[in-house]
Nanobody, 115 residues
């Protein structure tokens, strides 16, 4: 069992930045692919960014060039740096750890982009 705890959400104005962090309780963090997903009210959960065990990142088209995912295997953390935020980025952001056939989700952190 892996526990994931997200932090860093909050209220930010359009054009602003936030940095989300996800801490994982596992001694084999490097064996997990990590990802950030989000779910806006009334919408399905969607992929934001993922990073493989080897450090390869993948992004949704809607966040390319604005968001950056990074992992720190020494600290068992994965971060999502979000710049140039837009109102449509408002959602609950979830961290996910996966290593087939297992996957684990965090509780989520709210990000609200509004003036």
């Amino acid at each position: 069992q892996v526990q994931l705890v997200e932090s860093g959400g909050g209220l930010v104005q359009p054009g602003g930045s936030l940095r989300l962090s996800c801490a994982a309780s596992t001694s084999i963090f490097s064996a997990y692919a990590m990802g950030w997903f989000r779910q806006a009210p009334g919408k399905q959960r969607e992929l934001v960014a993922t990073i493989t065990t080897g450090g390869r990142a993948n992004y949704a088209d809607s966040v390319k060039g604005r968001f950056t995912i990074a992992r720190d295997n020494a600290k068992n953390t994965v971060a999502l740096q979000m710049n140039s935020l837009k109102p449509e980025d408002t959602a609950v952001y979830y961290c996910k750890a996966s290593s087939y056939p297992y996957e684990y989700w965090g509780q989520g952190t709210q990000v609200t982009v509004s003036s």
